[in-house]
């Protein structure tokens, strides 16, 4: 069974401070997707890393893909309440869209 | 943002009738998928389908079936509904093979 495993499952942090979350399996990734989702509504994408090693940065957010491509992070610089929301990592192994794994997610609460 | 809808959006229905989710697109994407959330398990899928008339069981997806009878419709069935999938559900789309998927807003079931 593969699995994906997130860290921290909560994080309750103030306005501007910085914060990193981790997304790790012991199974080699073809690509690694990050989603965001609020309460409410269904997960909606944010980047999908494919390179071992690639960076890619959305503003305030900064995604890496580990060089052997069973890990991820994303880190927010200064957050803002508007970065409140739950956090997901997905992998596809095996090169196949049926192999896409979810991570349990980071819960974020950004406090003004 | 992607065309897709789910209906109904929040039922409640008692154990052991029949329950049907249907999730519609307007992409064209061959890809289509159901996914169910629960506290504590995050995304899991249950079926997906690669195109018309073709599907694949996912990670959970004992007591439940699906249709694709055409591009556009992806049907889930609950034979017989259990308290145990009392969930919110997700159907989710996406282009070829390694694209990101792009999801419904979600139906909230609830089995009595």
């Known amino acids: 069974t593969q699995l994906l495993e997130q860290s921290p499952q909560f994080l309750s942090i103030q306005e501007g401070e910085n914060l990193t979350v981790y997304c790790n399996s012991s199974?080699?990734?073809?690509?690694l997707q990050w989603y965001r989702q609020e309460p409410g509504e269904g997960p909606v994408l944010l980047v999908t890393v494919v390179t071992g090693g690639e960076v890619k940065k959305l503003k305030r957010l900064t995604f890496q893909f580990g060089d052997a491509r069973k890990d991820s992070s994303l880190h927010i610089t200064a957050a803002q309440p508007g970065d409140t929301g739950l956090y997901l990592c997905a992998g596809i192994y095996g090169g196949s869209q049926g192999n896409l794994i979810f991570g349990k997610g980071t819960k974020l609460s950004v406090k003004p | 943002d992607a065309g897709i809808t789910q209906s109904p959006r929040h039922k409640v229905t008692e154990t052991g009738t029949p329950v049907t989710l249907r999730c519609h697109q307007t992409e064209n994407h061959r890809y289509m998928y159901w996914y169910r959330q629960d506290p504590g398990h995050g995304l899991r899928l249950i079926h997906y389908s690669y195109g018309v008339k073709d599907t694949d069981k996912g990670e959970v997806s004992d007591g439940y079936s699906v249709s694709r009878s055409k591009t556009e419709d992806f049907l889930l069935t609950l034979e017989s509904a259990t308290s145990s999938q009392t969930s919110v559900y997700f159907c989710?789309?996406?282009?070829?093979?390694?694209?990101?998927?792009?999801f419904g807003e979600g139906s909230r079931l609830t089995v009595l």
């Open positions: 989710a789309i996406s282009p070829p093979a390694g694209g990101a998927l792009f």
């Open positions: 199974s080699v990734f073809s690509s």
